[in-house]
């Protein structure tokens, strides 16, 4: 029997100076987090497919859980503590059996066929990444037949332009994917592109 594809959008809670903050340095920390609410609510509207389930790993915990911000029919849950890696590992080891995917909210190109690539994509491969164009990446994904290795994720230089590397170098062994590269948002000279 084939298991339910699931789709995590990683989202914080819109409050300037806690959301977007490179961005917000360039254009101010309430513009930064505007834009970051109307972003992740034109996202998830695009997103949205019955091939998967969508739901919404929320940043704090407690305030993202009971926010009025997010759509009230998306499950959420909360991403707890660590940094980014320690919170997506958790994430991805937590998921009922099936293929998972995660992604940020920080993305405008995202769209269902994009989803739709990386989910197909896992059908032949273990884990399945989506470079962005700084080196980093907009979504990391795996098939999830067998628990990832202990150190998934651990070690990696985050926001730097050797997130993808290091991160794809944490599943020693595994067939790996990549998918189409997007661009995605984290200062002022990012939003032209955008």
Request: net charge positive; glycine share 8%; with cysteine.
């Amino acid at each position: 029997m084939a298991h339910r594809a699931r789709l995590i959008v990683m989202v914080k809670e819109p409050r300037p100076g806690r959301v977007k903050t490179r961005l917000g340095r360039d254009i101010g920390m309430t513009r930064a987090a505007w834009w970051f609410r109307h972003q992740s609510a034109a996202l998830l509207r695009r997103i949205t497919d019955p091939r998967w389930d969508t739901l919404l790993a929320v940043a704090p915990d407690r305030a993202g859980l009971a926010s009025r911000v997010w759509p009230a029919d998306l499950p959420r849950l909360p991403q707890g503590p660590g940094d980014l890696g320690d919170r997506m590992a958790r994430l991805l080891r937590t998921q009922p059996p099936g293929p998972a995917c995660i992604i940020g909210a920080d993305i405008p190109g995202i769209r269902r066929h994009h989803i739709a690539e990386a989910f197909a994509a896992l059908g032949s491969n273990d884990a399945v990444f989506g470079p962005a164009t700084d080196g980093g990446y907009w979504l990391v994904g795996l098939k999830r037949t067998a628990a990832p290795p202990p150190g998934f994720l651990h070690g990696v230089r985050w926001s730097t332009q050797h997130a993808l590397a290091d991160s794809m170098a944490t599943l020693p062994h595994h067939r790996i994917a990549l998918t189409t590269t997007l661009h995605d948002v984290d200062t002022a000279a990012d939003l032209p592109l955008a």
